[in-house]
């Protein structure tokens, strides 16, 4: 097992506080669902039915969250987020790596506060989607960028999502993988404190042992936050951050079609 209190993608660090901002116009609705704010983005144009569960990094709410569920309506889905952070995101503590204007902020802390919430909130909101938002011949999948990765390997261990996918994991266990009864896509960055190349093998081979459905995706020369905080003004990192949420809807297309 990979080090680290038997994490195999670790616990948030200092490498998810980097990131930039992207330009655009969110254009989802909020509601509130289960006690819990909740962002809803519906498909224009091309509509499929299906309802995606949105999962977030630790930078909750923002713009470029927003954007991404947005894109993945474009291809279709109806998205629906929730903050498990409760107004009370990593940004409004510690703007990037290297910000040490609240010196009194205490990270692990307000991991620890935060995890305990989502973990008893997550699973009664998605019922309450399924219950508001639902019909009986609605499909469901998830997506989890960090932060959000354990909820969407939760979720494919049940019976709710036909398939899932994460990008740029944290807070990986070996028995996320393990118990995984639906299909799971990973898209990985090659530069990735919390999920390096050694436990990014070590997954695959249990994803292979256990004869798991699965898809691996990695881009060279990209960190941690690629597909949520990439650089726009690099052309490279705007092509991994869409090629990742192109590769991960077109997942999705298939998985949900069977």
Same mark, same amino acid.
């Given at each position: 097992m990979a080090d680290n209190e038997g994490y195999l993608a670790k616990p948030s660090a200092d490498c998810c506080l980097k990131g930039s901002i992207h330009k655009g116009e969110p254009?989802?609705?909020?509601?509130?669902?289960?006690?819990?704010?909740?962002?809803?983005?519906? @498909?224009?144009?091309?509509v499929n039915g299906n309802i995606l569960l949105y999962f977030p990094?630790?930078?909750?709410?923002?713009?470029?969250?927003?954007?991404?569920?947005?894109?993945?309506?474009?291809?279709?889905?109806?998205?629906?987020?929730?903050?498990?952070?409760?107004?009370? @995101?990593?940004?409004?503590?510690?703007k990037?790596?290297?910000?040490?204007?609240? @010196?009194?902020?205490?990270?692990?802390?307000?991991?620890?506060?935060?995890?305990?919430?989502a973990d008893e909130t997550v699973p009664g909101w998605v019922e309450a989607v399924k219950s508001q938002f639902g019909k009986p011949e609605t499909?469901?999948?998830?997506?989890?960028?960090?932060?959000g990765a354990p909820y969407v390997c939760n979720e494919l261990a049940g019976k709710t999502c036909a398939a899932g996918a994460f990008a740029h994991p944290a807070f990986l266990k070996e028995h996320h993988f393990r118990q995984l009864k639906k299909p799971l896509f990973l898209s990985c960055s090659e530069i990735d404190h919390t999920f390096?190349?050694?436990?990014?093998n070590e997954a695959l081979t249990i994803l292979q042992e256990e004869k798991k459905a699965y898809n691996f995706q990695v881009f060279s020369g990209v960190e941690h936050g690629f597909a949520l905080r990439g650089n726009m003004d690099n052309p490279y990192e705007?092509?991994?951050k869409e090629e990742s949420l192109r590769s991960i809807a077109q997942w999705f297309d298939f998985w949900l079609s069977q």
């Open positions: 254009r989802g609705r909020f509601e509130t669902v289960h006690g819990v704010e909740t962002y809803i983005s519906s @498909p224009q144009g091309n990094d630790v930078w909750g709410f923002f713009s470029n969250g927003f954007l991404i569920m947005d894109g993945f309506a474009d291809a279709g889905y109806q998205v629906i987020g929730l903050d498990y952070f409760r107004g009370d @995101p990593v940004w409004k503590h510690r990037n790596r290297n910000d040490r204007s609240n @010196p009194g902020f205490d990270y692990e802390a307000w991991k620890k506060k935060h995890i305990v919430f499909k469901y999948a998830c997506v989890g960028y960090c932060f390096d190349s050694e436990a990014r705007r092509y991994a």
